[in-house]
């Protein structure tokens, strides 16, 4: 990112400037207990971690965490990079209907489940989120 910052400065400002628009969004949205927008944030912050990848020409979102991201589509929830990217842990949001533990059985080759409950169930209506690690 760095080399990045110094090759384009502006594009790669604006892709930084953008990850921090929806971790303020995404803090919000945590705070207020509205799943909705969690859930919206964190598909965004996704899709922003992979803009700076393309910017930055660094492997950001590896196809680990693309492969999460399918299975969290699938059952109506979000995944993205957590830190820096390159692979190392990805959030996986679910919405509270969903049963983390039948998701969590079918994660893609090379994850793995670290449990992290940011709310009980049902406590402020908000989703039930556990971060997952891709790295083995």
Do not use: N, Y
Not at 111 to 122: E, K, N, S, T
Request: hydrophobic content about 40%; some cysteine.
């Amino acid at each position: 990112v760095e080399a990045a910052l110094e090759g384009d400065p502006q594009i790669t400002r604006d892709a930084l400037v953008g990850i921090a628009e929806v971790a303020r969004d995404a803090i919000d949205a945590l705070a207020s207990g509205d799943a909705a927008r969690v859930l919206d944030a964190f598909g965004r912050g996704e899709e922003a971690m992979k803009r700076l990848g393309e910017v930055a020409g660094a492997p950001i979102v590896v196809p680990a965490h693309d492969a999460l991201s399918a299975l969290a589509a699938r059952h109506g929830g979000q995944a993205k990079p957590s830190g820096a990217g390159g692979g190392d842990i990805s959030w996986l949001v679910l919405p509270g209907d969903v049963e983390p533990q039948h998701v969590l059985g079918h994660l893609p080759q090379g994850c793995r489940h670290v449990p992290l409950d940011l709310f009980a169930p049902g406590a402020s209506g908000g989703p039930r989120t556990t971060g997952t690690q891709d790295a083995p």
